[in-house]
T-cell receptor, first 116, second 116 residues
Framework: GDSVTQMEGPVTLSEEAFLTINCTYT??????LFWYVQYPGEGLQLLLK?????DKGSNKGFEATYRKETTSFHLEKGSVQVSDSAVYFC???????????????FGAGTRLAVHP | EAQVTQNPRYLITVTGKKLTVTCSQN?????MSWYRQDPGLGLRQIYY???????DKGDVPEGYKVSRKEKRNFPLILESPSPNQTSLYFC???????????????FGAGSRLTVL
């Protein structure tokens, strides 16, 4: 079945460092891809999304490009801040399977800790 | 403010004592869903609802029930909780329109449940 694999964390960086969190997926058809962020004690918030191959989602300095040839959707940011410390989830939505049209399949999550 | 509200946020209970986690949204969304979050597994869908009186199982429905009598509410019921239901639970909702952003899932802040 469809699945999402994320790099294991935690990822620990110094402020202003470059961030990459790897995400690869397995899916039939043409899924939409998402990155969600979970700050401590809060629910998940949509960070960015891409709905078709070669689309680039971007928000708050974060970017991810939908690469169908490598089935990847890696999250990047050029210069992280302490306030970016959170758990990041990669997810896919595939209208071809059950769970309602808006079911998301999530990766395990990657915890990011940014130090001053 | 548009939001998904869950209660309680934290609960410790004992095996077999029935409990309900409430979920309410104020965005007139048709679609609602429950997920559980466990370390190393990400979020997994428990149940979902496409509209009032329309509910269906997700990937991990065993031990849970739901109802959708009103559009805004989607309670999660644990008739006889067991320790393996200790988890962090999220309710989410979305619209069904085709406009950009209309069907992005909005998550509640989460309910942390411990079953002893």
């Amino acid at each position: 079945g469809d699945s999402v694999t994320q790099m294991e964390g935690p990822v620990t960086l110094s402020e202003e460092a470059f961030l990459t969190i790897n995400c690869t997926y397995t899916a039939t058809g043409y899924p939409s891809l998402f990155w969600y962020v979970q700050y401590p004690g809060e629910g998940l918030q949509l960070l960015l999304k891409a709905t078709k191959a070669d689309d680039k989602g971007s928000n708050k300095g974060f970017e991810a490009t939908y690469r169908k040839e490598t089935t990847s959707f890696h999250l990047e940011k050029g210069s992280v801040q302490v306030s970016d410390s959170a758990v990041y989830f990669c997810a896919l939505r595939n209208r071809m399977f059950s769970g309602g049209y808006n079911k998301l399949i999530f990766g395990a999550g990657t915890r990011l800790a940014v130090h001053p | 403010e548009a939001q998904v509200t869950q209660n309680p946020r934290y609960l410790i209970t004992v095996t077999g004592k029935k409990l309900t986690v409430t979920c309410s949204q104020n965005m007139n969304h048709e679609y609602m869903s429950w997920y559980r979050q466990d370390p190393g597994l990400g979020l997994r869908q428990i149940y979902y609802s496409m509209n009032v009186e329309v509910t269906d199982k997700g990937d991990v429905p065993e031990g849970y029930k739901v109802s959708r009598k009103e559009k805004r509410n989607f309670p999660l019921i644990l008739e006889s909780p067991s320790p393996n239901q200790t988890s962090l639970y999220f309710c989410a909702s979305s619209g069904t329109g085709s406009l950009s952003g209309a069907n992005v899932l909005t998550f509640g802040a989460g309910s942390r449940l411990t079953v002893l």
